[in-house]
């Protein structure tokens, strides 16, 4: 007995949210790559400071963060969308 979870019983377990998912960006193809990439970069509406950068450039900055596993896409089931997010140092 020791050891195991305690469910609380009034907790339905078909509405347990579910954990998001981690989609590696090799097993996206190339234009969907893009498209997530870019779509992410024009909702963000990141300030880089004084100087505007180039759309393009972010692009690409958004791209190596991913290629150097600096940053991941995420699927969350629970609301269908799709996002990038840095990594946690020390992630797996």
Do not use: W
Not at 28 to 50: K, M, P, Q
Not at 51 to 77: M, N, S, W, Y
């Amino acid at each position: 007995m020791a050891g195991q979870e305690i469910r609380d019983l009034n907790e339905d377990p078909q509405n347990s949210p579910l954990p998001p998912i981690v989609v590696p960006h090799t097993e996206l193809s190339a234009n969907a790559l893009t498209g997530l990439i870019e779509s992410f970069v024009l909702r963000e509406g990141t300030d880089y400071g004084e100087r505007d950068v180039p759309f393009e450039t972010k692009v690409g900055q958004v791209r190596r963060q991913l290629e150097r596993c600096e940053a991941e896409i995420v699927f969350d089931p629970n609301t269908e969308t799709v996002g990038i997010v840095v990594r946690k140092p020390g992630g797996a």
